[in-house]
């Protein structure tokens, strides 16, 4: 499986076996959030576990994101 750490949170890879990590602020412009909301988030057990941490930076699956999303309560379309 190929992992891309993605500065663009709104691309995709083409490749489907390729997975895209989103750090904070990713995670953040996808929510239309300012990054330390997603720590936030964080910090009070709202966020799903990290899927990889390198540097002890976490990171996340977009897909592993966007399931959160969808199952989060008052959860609408953007």
Do not use: C, F
Request: charged content about 25%; overall charge positive.
């Amino acid at each position: 499986m190929t992992v891309i750490r993605n500065s663009d949170a709104s691309q995709e890879p083409t490749k489907t076996t390729a997975q895209v990590l989103w750090s904070y602020k990713e995670i953040a412009a996808h929510l239309k959030v300012q990054p330390d909301t997603v720590r936030s988030y964080r910090k009070h057990g709202l966020l799903p576990a990290p899927d990889h941490v390198e540097g002890g930076k976490p990171y996340w699956y977009s897909s592993t994101v966007r399931v959160w999303i969808a199952s989060r309560p008052g959860h609408r379309e953007a």
